[in-house]
T-cell receptor
Framework: GNSVTQMEGPVTLSEEAFLTINCTYT??????LFWYVQYPGEGLQLLLK?????DKGSNKGFEATYRKETTSFHLEKGSVQVSDSAVYFC??????????????FGSGTRLQVQP | NAGVMQNPRHLVRRRGQEARLRCSPM?????VYWYRQLPEEGLKFMVY????????ESGMPKERFSAEFPKEGPSILRIQQVVRGDSAAYFC??????????????FGSGTQLSVL
């Protein structure tokens, strides 16, 4: 079955530090890959996505590249801000799994950015 | 345009009681998904509904859990005879069309269910 594995948190960084949150996946088909962010007290918001190998998703300074050879979709940002403090979820959608039409999520990684 | 609305935000129930969680999708959205997040775990798919139809309930426990999305009104996730293991955050999401591969999902803020 499909699965997503994320690095455990919390990840604590100082402002302007470089961020990497690792995400690897297992899927039976050719999935689309997503990063969602959850700010305190809010629902999940789509941060970025990639639908095929070598695609790079980007938004708000965050980037992630779909690496089929390593089955990875690591999230990166060159310079984090305090406002980036949130929980980040990696997820996949397997178009071959049409019966379920569901996203498979990782367990989330909490990011804390200190001033 | 209001986002996905879930209520209540927090729900406390004693063992054996019933819990009803409500989700109003975004305006114009006819597809609703329910997810459950247990402590320290990721979101797990429960059920996918369109208006008046359950499309996929493969993630729903076989007993005590049910969901509906009537023609009028919000989607309801109902848990009968709650047990402590049901304590979790329940998230609802909606989309304009089905098939989540390239459709944008909009999530609500969730309902935190606590069973005493």
């Amino acid at each position: 079955g499909n699965s997503v594995t994320q690095m455990e948190g919390p990840v604590t960084l100082s402002e302007e530090a470089f961020l990497t949150i690792n995400c690897t996946y297992t899927a039976t088909g050719y999935p689309s890959l997503f990063w969602y962010v959850q700010y305190p007290g809010e629902g999940l918001q789509l941060l970025l996505k990639a639908t095929k190998a070598d695609d790079k998703g980007s938004n708000k300074g965050f980037e992630a590249t779909y690496r089929k050879e390593t089955t990875s979709f690591h999230l990166e940002k060159g310079s984090v801000q305090v406002s980036d403090s949130a929980v980040y979820f990696c997820a996949l959608s397997d178009p071959g799994d049409t019966g379920r039409r569901a996203l498979t999520f990782g367990s989330g990684t909490r990011l804390q950015v200190q001033p | 345009n209001a986002g996905v609305m879930q209520n209540p935000r927090h729900l406390v129930r004693r063992r054996g009681q019933e819990a009803r969680l409500r989700c109003s999708p975004m305006k114009g959205h006819s597809h609703v998904y329910w997810y459950r997040q247990l402590p320290e775990e990721g979101l797990k798919f429960m059920v996918y509904l369109q208006k008046e139809n359950i499309i996929d309930e493969s993630g729903m426990p076989k007993e005590r859990f049910s969901a509906e999305f009537p023609k009028e009104g919000p989607s309801i996730l109902r848990i009968q005879q709650v047990v402590r293991g049901d304590s979790a955050a329940y998230f609802c999401a909606s989309s304009q069309a089905g098939g989540q591969g390239n459709e944008k999902l909009f999530f609500g803020s969730g309902t935190q269910l606590s069973v005493l």
